[in-house]
C-alpha cells in the first residue's frame, strides 16, 4: 500500500504532493498501539476536482432540506435551489393529507443580474411575504448562497423585519457556498441556527416511555422508517428526529428526550454536545447500518435506560427479526464472499457501510470521507489535539450554557459511571481507522485522477460514491453503487435494510454485464468495417 501512495502522488507537483500525503495514509498502528493522524477538513487545492459539495449544500440540502414544515427559501440563483431539491432522496411521510409538506416545492428567490447590482433583500422579503401568504407555515427559513454574501444582503436582518410583521418565527442562515472549505461547514451553520431558532420552544412532556432523539438520520431512501419501525416494536418512543422525516414541532421539544443517539457523528455532534451543555441530555453514538449494528445500538439504549422490561422487549424484537438476515446473508455470501470494495462517501457512510459488506463476507481494502474531520477518522479522543485554521474559526461556535431553568440531569453523575462502566459509552465515537485491516488504504477527500488510478491498481469488485463519480466508474467496467442517495434503493438501515442491501450488492458484483463491456471489435478487429475509397 505504501506504494500505492507513492503512485498516486507521483504525478503532482511537490507542493502539491506533499499536501496530498498527509490525506492518503496506510492504515497501520505505531509500536504504541496509536493510529497514525490524518489530514482532513483543509481546503482543496484548486485545480484538482475533488468531489465535495459547499457550505450551502451542507446546511440547506442536507440538514434543513428533509424538514417538511418549514417554508426553506434559498436566496440566491436558481440553480442553488434546484440542485439541492430532493436529490439526496429523502423522504417524508406527513400524518395526513391536511399536515404540511413544503418538501415538494423549491422555493427560490431566483436571483437576476440586477439583483446583484442593487441588492436582493426587498426581493427576499416580498418572496418570504408571498410563501407566507400562499402556505401560512409555521416557521420560514432562509439560505444564503454565495452571491448574498458577496453583495452584502443582510438576510438576518430580513429574517427579524419579517417575523416581526408576520408573527411566525423566521430565520436565516450565512451558509455562502464558500463559507468552509466543504458542506461541513453548512452542517454547523445549520445546527447552530435550529438551536438557537427552534429547540427548546415547546415545553410540553409527552407521556411515552424511553424518549430519545434521534441525531442525523436523515430518511434518505426511507432508513428512517425502518429505523422508527425498529424503535416502535422495542417500545422505544422518538421525540425528534434531525431530520429525517421530521417537523418544526418536534425540534421544538426534543429537549425533552431522555438520551440523544446520533447516528451521523460528522453532521450533527454539535447539536448532541449543545443539547447535552443546555438541558442535560447524555448522547451516545448509535450506528443502525448493518444488522449486528442495529442489534448492538439497541442494546445500547436499553442499556441506558436499564429496565428489564425495556432490556427484555429489544432481545425479543432481535431474536425475531434475525433469522431472515442471518438466512439472507448466508446466502448472498456464498457468491459474496472474498469479493473486495472499496467506499468514498461523505462523512460518515464510508465507514457505516463496511460493517454491511463484512456481514456479507467482503472487504474493503480502501475507504475514505469526502469532508469528515480527524474525529471522524481517528476518533473523538483525537479532538483537543485537532489545530483551529482559519477556515474553522470562520464559522460560529455558539456559547452555551446551562439553561437556568430547563437543565434537569437526566442521571446522577454515579449513575452515569455507573453505567460507563457497565459499557455504555457516552460521548464516543471510535471513528473508521481502528475498526479497519492493517494496510488498508485511507484516503481524505479524494480526487477524480486518484480514482482512475485506484480502480485501475485495485480493480475493485464494486466502488462506492456518489453521482459525480458514478459514470466514469461504470465505464471503466466495475460496478458503481451511490451511498448517497442509494441509486433507486433502499431502505438499507436496519434489519429490513441490510436484507436489502446483501441481495442489491449480490446483484450488482454478480452480474453479467460487464463482460460485454467491451465492443465485440476490440477483442476480434476483422469484425471492424473498414471504408476503402477508390
Ligand atoms: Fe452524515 Fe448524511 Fe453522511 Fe452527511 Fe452528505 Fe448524505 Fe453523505 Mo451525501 S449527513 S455525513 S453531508 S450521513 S448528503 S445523508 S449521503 S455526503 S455520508
Ligand atoms: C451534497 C449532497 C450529496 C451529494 C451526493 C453525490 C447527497 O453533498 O450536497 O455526490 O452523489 O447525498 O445527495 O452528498
Redesign the pocket.
Known amino acids: 500500500p505504501e506504494k500505492i501512495k507513492q503512485e498516486l502522488l507521483a504525478k503532482y507537483p511537490p507542493k502539491v504532493a506533499r499536501k496530498r500525503s498527509k490525506q492518503i495514509l496506510v492504515n497501520k498502528k505505531d509500536e504504541d498501539g496509536k493510529i497514525p493522524s490524518i489530514g482532513a477538513n483543509v481546503r482543496t487545492v484548486p485545480g484538482i476536482i475533488t468531489?465535495r459539495?459547499c457550505s450551502y449544500?451542507?446546511c440547506k440540502?442536507?440538514i434543513l432540506g428533509p424538514t417538511r414544515d418549514i417554508v426553506n427559501i434559498t436566496h440566491g440563483p436558481i440553480g442553488c435551489g434546484f440542485y439541492?431539491w430532493l436529490?439526496?432522496r429523502n423522504q417524508t411521510r406527513p400524518a395526513s393529507d391536511q399536515d404540511d409538506n413544503f418538501m415538494t416545492y423549491c422555493f427560490s428567490t431566483d436571483m437576476q443580474d440586477e439583483d446583484i447590482v442593487f441588492g436582493g433583500e426587498k426581493k427576499l422579503k416580498s418572496a418570504i411575504q408571498e410563501a407566507y401568504d400562499a402556505f401560512k407555515p409555521k416557521a420560514i427559513s432562509i439560505f444564503s448562497t454565495c452571491p448574498v454574501g458577496l453583495i452584502g444582503d443582510d438576510v438576518h436582518a430580513v429574517a427579524r423585519e419579517m417575523k416581526e410583521k408576520l408573527g411566525i418565527n423566521i430565520f436565516g442562515f450565512s451558509c455562502e457556498g464558500y463559507r468552509g472549505v466543504s458542506?461541513s461547514a453548512g452542517h454547523h451553520i445549520a445546527n447552530n441556527g435550529i438551536f438557537t431558532h427552534v429547540v427548546g420552544k415547546d415545553d410540553t412532556i409527552k407521556d411515552a416511555d424511553y424518549k430519545i432523539n434521534l441525531l442525523g438520520e436523515y430518511n434518505?431512501g426511507g432508513d428512517g422508517f425502518e429505523i422508527d419501525r425498529i424503535l416502535d416494536a422495542c417500545g422505544i418512543s422518538v421525540v425528534s428526529t434531525f431530520s429525517g422525516n421530521s417537523t418544526y414541532d418536534q425540534f421544538a421539544n426534543s429537549h425533552t428526550a431522555d438520551l440523544n443517539t446520533v447516528m451521523c457523528h460528522r453532521s450533527i455532534n454539535y447539536v448532541a454536545d449543545m443539547m447535552e451543555l443546555k438541558y442535560g441530555i447524555p448522547w451516545i453514538k448509535i450506528n443502525f447500518i448493518g444488522a449486528k449494528s442495529t442489534a448492538k445500538s439497541l442494546r445500547k439504549i436499553a442499556a441506558y435506560f436499564d429496565e428489564p422490561a425495556l432490556i427484555k422487549k429489544v432481545e425479543m424484537v432481535i431474536e425475531r427479526e434475525m433469522p431472515e438476515v442471518e438466512a439472507v446473508s448466508e446466502d448472498v455470501k456464498k457468491r459474496c464472499e472474498g469479493k473486495v470494495a472499496m467506499l468514498f462517501v461523505?462523512g460518515s457512510r464510508a465507514h457505516h457501510y463496511q460493517e454491511l459488506f463484512r456481514e456479507i463476507g467482503m472487504k474493503t481494502v480502501s475507504a475514505g470521507y469526502e469532508f469528515a474531520h480527524r474525529d471522524d477518522y481517528e476518533g473523538r479522543a483525537v479532538i483537543p489535539d485537532i489545530k483551529i485554521d482559519a477556515d474553522s474559526r470562520n464559522i460560529e461556535e455558539l456559547d452555551i450554557e446551562k439553561d437556568p431553568e430547563k437543565y434537569r440531569p437526566r442521571k446522577t453523575p454515579e449513575e452515569m459511571a455507573s453505567l460507563a462502566n457497565k459499557g455504555v459509552p457516552f460521548k464516543k465515537y471510535d471513528g473508521m481507522m481502528p475498526e479497519m485491516a492493517e494496510g488498508s488504504l485511507i484516503i481524505d477527500d479524494v480526487s477524480q485522477y486518484e480514482t482512475e488510478l485506484l480502480l485501475k491498481i485495485y480493480k475493485p469488485d464494486i466502488y462506492c460514491a456518489?453521482?459525480?463519480e458514478k459514470y466514469a466508474i461504470q465505464k471503466s467496467g466495475i460496478p458503481m453503487k451511490?451511498l448517497?442517495?442509494y441509486d433507486s434503493g433502499g431502505p438499507y438501515a436496519g434489519f429490513k435494510g441490510a436484507i436489502n442491501f446483501y441481495k442489491e450488492i449480490d446483484r450488482m458484483v454478480n452480474s453479467n454485464v460487464w463482460r460485454f463491456l467491451e465492443a465485440p471489435w476490440q477483442s476480434h478487429p476483422e469484425l471492424s468495417a473498414k471504408y476503402v475509397w477508390e
Open positions: 468531489q459539495g449544500a451542507g440540502g442536507v439541492s436529490t439526496r458542506q434518505i461523505g456518489g453521482i459525480k451511490q448517497h442517495s
